[in-house]
């Protein structure tokens, strides 16, 4: 569900910024709004996404307990608290993903996923990322294997190497 394009502002209530519903030809929709509307201090960004795919595979292909298709219901909700100390940011995740769906890179089907995410960034040129998620099956498997509920630790750091024209 990560391949919704960037949000354009559609209105400001209120000292409340609020993206538009955005659907595409892949049924998939989003949402976003941050409060208040500034950059500097604070700021709440919460969104969300769905997606639903009529088309999908059986129960039997997808590996879970069951007859017929699987569902192909996707959705998200991420909530953050941005520069709640200057610089620094931290947000929480939830999402669901059934079976059926089959199109994203970061959400496996038939799966719930908890995330909470640390970033710091000193400088425009530098960040670092924290996350600790755990991940859940939503149906039980036809055959169980040890990743059906998992939880993992990221941490990246990232600079920016820029080319300056002479």
């Not at 307990?65 to 995740?93: C, E, Q, R």
């Amino acid at each position: 569900m990560r391949s919704v394009p960037a949000f354009h502002p559609v209105v400001v209530i209120g000292g409340c910024r609020l993206s538009g519903l955005l659907i595409d030809d892949k049924n998939k929709g989003a949402t976003a709004f941050r409060w208040p509307v500034r950059e500097d201090s604070w700021r709440i960004r919460i969104s969300s996404e769905l997606g639903y795919a009529p088309n999908t595979q059986t129960k039997a292909a997808a590996g879970i307990v069951g007859a017929g298709d699987t569902n192909g219901l996707a959705w998200n909700v991420t909530a953050s608290v941005m520069d709640f100390v200057p610089k620094h940011s931290i947000g929480i995740n939830y999402a669901q993903t059934e079976a059926g769906w089959l199109v994203s890179p970061q959400y496996r089907g038939n799966e719930r996923l908890i995330e909470l995410r640390y970033m710091w960034r000193p400088n425009d040129r530098m960040a670092v990322d924290i996350r600790g998620r755990r991940r859940l099956d939503l149906r039980q498997r036809i055959i169980e294997v040890s990743s059906g509920d998992l939880f993992d630790f990221y941490m990246r750091f990232t600079w920016n190497f820029r080319i300056r024209k002479l």
